[in-house]
T-cell receptor, first 113, second 112 residues
Framework: NAGVTQTPKFQVLKTGQSMTLQCAQD?????MYWYRQDPGMGLRLIYY???????DKGEVPNGYNVSRLNKREFSLRLESAAPSQTSVYFC????????????FGPGTRLTVT | QKEVEQDPGPLSVPEGAIVSLNCTYS??????FMWYRQYSRKGPELLMY????GNKEDGRFTAQVDKSSKYISLFIRDSQPSDSATYLC????????????FGAGTRLFVKA
């Protein structure tokens, strides 16, 4: 089992460019999450998907969109990147939305100049 | 004031020492308490998971929850250089994992 995988590992964007971060899990989990991690701050939830076909905003959704493509895949899109979106992005999954143990991917390091 | 407070460290200890990592919180609704370990440039991995108050032990690791003081701890016995990482506390209410709040993490260095 690969667990949770994320692509790309690194990305540099110019302000105003768009990109999509990809996430896939092979654990047959129903719920998936996107977080950002910034120095001195805990992981902050951007969006989550409790189950296939549903998505909901988290704590910091502005400037992002998500798509739950199928049960395995959950993508995060930045339509017009801003320097404030420079961060490390983590995808995570849980068996069900009420389950608290999360499994994380390796992260995508994004720099917006 | 943050809902979850965690000393960022760094904490440097010699190999074999007992390490104590702590978090305080303000939301009395938190019922689930987790500790994640994050190696440099990797994703967090779940280390310990407890529900409500009490202790839980797993090998060299012990998690303690004191809900009356809103204080949780992770103890590492016989610390090893391989324990060098950032430790994140996390906690959530009964409503689900999407309500999980993470601490900013404590960096730990174990010197050989």
């Amino acid at each position: 089992n690969a667990g949770v995988t994320q692509t790309p590992k690194f990305q540099v964007l110019k302000t105003g460019q768009s990109m999509t971060l990809q996430c896939a899990q092979d654990m047959n989990h129903n719920s998936m999450y996107w977080y950002r991690q910034d120095p001195g701050m805990g992981l902050r939830l951007i969006y989550y998907s409790a189950s296939e076909g549903t998505t909901d905003k988290g704590e910091v959704p502005n400037g992002y969109n998500v798509s739950r493509l199928n049960k395995r895949e959950f993508s995060l899109r930045l339509e017009s990147a801003a320097p404030s979106q420079t961060s490390v992005y983590f995808c995570a999954s849980t068996m069900e939305e009420w389950v608290h143990e999360q499994y994380f991917g390796p992260g995508t390091r994004l720099t917006v100049t | 004031q943050k809902e979850v407070e965690q000393d960022p460290g760094p904490l440097s200890v010699p190999e074999g020492a007992i390490v104590s990592l702590n978090c305080t919180y303000s939301n009395s609704a938190f019922q689930y308490f987790m500790w994640y370990r994050q190696y440099s440039r990797k994703g967090p991995e779940l280390l310990m998971y407890t529900y409500s108050s009490g202790n839980k032990e797993d090998g060299r690791f012990t998690a303690q929850v004191d809900k009356s003081s809103k204080y949780i701890s992770l103890f590492i016995r016989d610390s090893q250089p391989s324990d060098s990482a950032t430790y994140l506390c996390a906690m959530s209410p009964n409503t689900g994992g999407f309500k999980t709040i993470f601490g900013a993490g404590t960096r730990l260095f174990v010197k050989a």
